[in-house]
Every structure is written in C-alpha cells, then in structure tokens.
C-alpha cells in the first residue's frame, strides 16, 4: 500500500480548482456532477470550496485508509501533486500526521 492510501490529507486540505474542459460532458474525464462552478472556465470538485476540506470523491478515514473514487478520471491537479512533496508534507502536517521522505518540517 502506498502512503497516499493511508493518508489523504492533500484530499482534505486543498480547494481543487480546474478548468471546464477536463469535465466529461466536455470531452474530459472528471465527473461533472462531483463539481461545481467557480465562473465559465473554472470549476472545482465539491468538499473542496468549504470549511472544513473534504473532497466530495475521498472515502475513508484520513490519516487511517482512503481512496479516491474517480482516481482514473481525477483532474490535473490531483495529478500533478505527488508523494512526498512539499505540498503533500503541508497537507499531512496540517492533519497531523509526520512528513514523508524527510520534507520539510511543519
């Protein structure tokens, strides 16, 4: 099992903002009806826009064993934020949880 699936914390930490063109009434992957609009080129999947964060596609207890429920079709920058990261090691700091690869310290 990798890190990300005992952890989630990016996924209860982030609003995940993208454009309209990665959304699968558009030609793209992600499931229009986990997001919301943000203006005419912007949207964001839903739990991500409000306080406290939880992405609407998250299941699981964070921090114990999670998953993401589109992960094939997750948008750009659930792509683009990797294991380990620095943004990775913020989310995980603000959840409690220690830093992975020796990232910087919270």
Do not use: W
């Not at 996924?11 to 609009?37: H, I, K, M, N, W």
């Not at 998250?58 to 990261?85: F, M």
């Amino acid at each position: 099992m990798s890190a990300c699936q005992s952890c989630g914390a990016c996924c209860a930490a982030y609003r995940v903002q993208f454009s309209v063109y990665e959304l699968d009434d558009a030609g793209g992957a992600v499931p229009a009806g986990l997001t919301e609009p943000v203006n005419g080129s912007t949207c964001r999947m839903r739990g991500t826009g409000e306080v406290p964060i939880r992405c609407v596609a998250l299941s699981g207890t964070v921090g114990v064993s999670v998953g993401c429920t589109i992960y094939v079709q997750r948008p750009a920058p659930c792509h683009e934020l990797t294991e380990g990261s620095y943004a990775c090691n913020k989310a995980r700091a603000r959840h409690g949880l220690p830093a992975l690869d020796d990232g910087p310290a919270f």
